[in-house]
Structure formats: C-alpha cells, structure tokens
Antibody, heavy 115, light 107 residues
Framework: QVQLQQSGAELARPGASVKLSCKAS????????MQWVKQRPGQGLEWIGA????????RYTQKFKGKATLTADKSSSTAYMQLSSLASEDSAVYYC????????WGQGTTLTVSS | DIQMTQSPASLSASVGETVTITCRAS??????LAWYQQKQGKSPQLLVY???TLAEGVPSRFSGSGSGTQFSLKINSLQPEDFGSYYC?????????FGGGTKLEIK
C-alpha cells in the first residue's frame, strides 16, 4: 500500500536551516509528482512547490522561491524539503503529498522556530 | 498565479441538513479542481477531483460540480463525521493554489 512517512518534529533556531524528509513506499517513486504543503496553526493550506523525482523537475510558488528547496533521492525513494533562513513565520506543519490531486498524504512534520 | 476564492469561510449546520461550499477561480481552470476534507490534527483527505469525480471510498452524499471558474461541493444529509474544514485546490498547472478553506461546525 502507498505510504508517505515524514520525519519527526523539528525545533530550530531563527536563521538556521532545516531539511524535512518524506519517504515513499508502495509505488514507483519516480512516476509521480510530490507536492509540499504548509499549514500554520489554525490556518489554511498553502502550496509550497512540487518535485518530479523521475527527472528532478521542480516547481515553486513565488513566495517560497529562495525559502524552500526541493530534492529527491531515487535510491531511497525519499523526497526532501530544505527550508532556509528560518523565522517564526516558518513554524507550521509541513505535509508531503503524492500527485496533482493527492489521494496520499504524509502525516505531517511540525516545525517550531524558536530561540 | 491562479487565485482560488472559497466561501463561506465558516458554516454552522445541523446533522441531516444539506450544505454547499463554493470555490471561484481567478481564471478558467476547466475541470481541474479538487476538494479535500481535513479534521483537526489530521492530514487532508481527498474527496473529489476533476471537479466532480468522487475519490475512492467517499460517500455518495458528497458531490462536486462546476467548470471554468465556478465550482461547488455539496454535502447532502450531513453526518456527524462530516464536520471539519474543507479546501478546494486547482490542479491546472503549477502552482496548485488552495482556497482559503471553509470550517463546517455543528449547530
């Protein structure tokens, strides 16, 4: 069965960087886009970007260009999102999700940015 | 980027009622629209894609309609498990923008 297993909760300092992971199983990793979505506490869903692991093609919404960097490791079927220059506004739950209209979502990773 | 405007932002309804949530796109997205339900503390769950196709396992009391720029999600005979937040998202080229969400609460 398809599973997306995300890395555990993170606590990071302002100004630091963090790399979140999303390990896929149960399907051909290189055949589906992987989306990343942000959700701040009590707020709605915000689309960050997507990566196609088959060829590494990436797409970002303008707001997250320079903030988020998406990569994928085909050997381990794992997608990554690095967030840089962290600020309090980056504190959120981050989801990975498979495909253009995802049926499969990861459980989410909670990132807390605090000094 | 395509903007998605969802209404209402919140909705209070009773079990057994019928409710409709609407989503408007800033430009023509044909039928490339999905709807999700999200419960508190959980990942979103796909309900509808391509505007009107129910995802596997979704009860038939849910229905999606619309095309172009105007879309709606209708829930017939609300059940207790239907309460939560609902989001639309277009999937007509990136970025795949979400609507602002609708919080459906028990009256």
């Amino acid at each position: 069965q398809v599973q997306l297993q995300q890395s555990g909760a993170e606590l990071a300092r302002p100004g630091a960087s963090v790399k979140l992971s999303c390990k896929a199983s149960g399907y051909t990793f290189t055949s589906y886009w992987m989306q990343w979505v942000k959700q701040r506490p009590g707020q709605g869903l915000e689309w960050i970007g997507a990566i196609y692991p088959g060829d590494g093609d990436t797409r970002y919404t303008q707001k997250f260009k320079g903030k988020a960097t998406l990569t994928a490791d085909k050997s381990s079927s794992t997608a990554y999102m690095q967030l840089s220059s962290l600020a309090s506004e980056d504190s959120a739950v981050y989801y990975c999700a498979r495909g253009g209209y995802p049926l499969y979502w990861g459980q989410g990773t909670t990132l807390t940015v605090s000094s | 980027d395509i903007q998605m405007t969802q209404s209402p932002a919140s909705l209070s309804a009773s079990v057994g009622e019928t409710v409709t949530i609407t989503c408007r796109a800033s430009e023509n997205i044909y039928s490339y629209l999905a709807w999700y339900q999200q419960k508190q503390g959980k990942s979103p769950q796909l309900l509808v894609y391509n505007a009107k196709t129910l995802a596997e396992g979704v009860p038939s009391r849910f229905s999606g309609s619309g095309s172009g720029t105007q879309f709606s999600l209708k829930i017939n005979s609300l059940q207790p498990e239907d309460f939560g937040s609902y989001y639309c998202q277009h999937h007509y080229g990136t970025p795949y923008t979400f609507g602002g969400g609708t919080k459906l609460e028990i009256k």
